[in-house]
């Protein structure tokens, strides 16, 4: 039963197996966290790295950009020569 409190805030999750539920549940105990504080670090992780790899496209595509403006710069010098 949920506490009243919290009733807001809880969700239910099935995994595909009881076997995942017992290495979610054991890598808890090793974290010394609840099973519900590992499940939400979990996700914010996941969360955050979806962001992260989000911002490595950004770096990677302002990189092509300025080797591309180099690039039309010299063709432009090189066009008053």
């Known amino acids: 039963m949920v506490a009243p409190g919290l009733k807001a ?7 595909p ?7 979610w549940e054991e890598d808890a105990k090793e974290a010394g966290i609840p ?3 590992f499940v ?3 996700v914010e992780a996941f969360r955050a790295s979806k962001k992260e790899a989000h911002r490595s496209d950004i770096i990677r595509e302002l990189a092509e950009a300025k080797e591309e403006l180099a690039a039309s710069h010299v ?6 020569i």
């Open 17 to 23: 197996s009881e076997a995942a539920k017992q290495q």
């Open 9 to 15: 805030r809880y969700i239910n999750v099935y995994l």
């Open 35 to 37: 099973l519900s504080r």
């Open 75 to 80: 063709s432009l010098f090189c066009q008053f």
């Open 40 to 42: 939400f670090e979990a």
